[in-house]
C-alpha cells in the first residue's frame, strides 16, 4: 500500500485523510477539512486498521487515488468506521459528514467525554 503519498498541486496531504471535498472540488485544506482528517485517524487508532484498506486492495486497475475518489463520491466511509465503539461513534460520524459545515468545530470536539 502506498497510501502515505502525498498529493502534488494545490492541494497537499497523505491521501487517505484527505476530506472528499478536498479530492473531489479541489478545495484547499481547511478547518472543516482537518476535522475530517481527525476523524479518519481515531478511527485507525481506535480500531487499530488502517482506512480505506479495502478500497486500495481492489482489483481495479486504477491508481489509489481514483480509487479513492470514486468511493467519495459515492459517499462511501472507510470500512473500519463501522467497528468503531458506541463510545465514539458521536465523534466519528460527526467529523466524517461529506458536508464540511455540518462537521463539528474542534472547541465542540474538545468538550466531549469518554
Known amino acids: 500500500m502506498t497510501a502515505n503519498v502525498t498529493v ?3 492541494i497537499h496531504g497523505t491521501i487517505s485523510f484527505l476530506a472528499q471535498e478536498c479530492l473531489l472540488q479541489n ?3 481547511d478547518f472543516e477539512s ?3 482528517s481527525l476523524g479518519i485517524r481515531v478511527t485507525e487508532f481506535i ?3 488502517v482506512a480505506w484498506d479495502d478500497v486500495f486492495a481492489s482489483e481495479s486497475q486504477k491508481s489509489e487515488l481514483e480509487k479513492l475518489k470514486c468511493a467519495m463520491a459515492a459517499k462511501q466511509l472507510p ?3 463501522f467497528k468503531v465503539p458506541l463510545k465514539w461513534k458521536l465523534l466519528v460520524e460527526g467529523c ?3 458536508t464540511p459545515a455540518e462537521r463539528p ?3 465542540d470536539l474538545a468538550l466531549l467525554t469518554f
Open 8 to 10: 502534488n498541486g494545490s
Open 47 to 49: 480500531t487499530l486498521s
Open 96 to 98: 466524517l459528514k461529506f
Open 79 to 81: 470500512k473500519i468506521c
Open 34 to 36: 482537518d476535522i475530517w
Open 27 to 29: 478545495r484547499k485544506t
Open 105 to 107: 468545530k474542534a472547541k
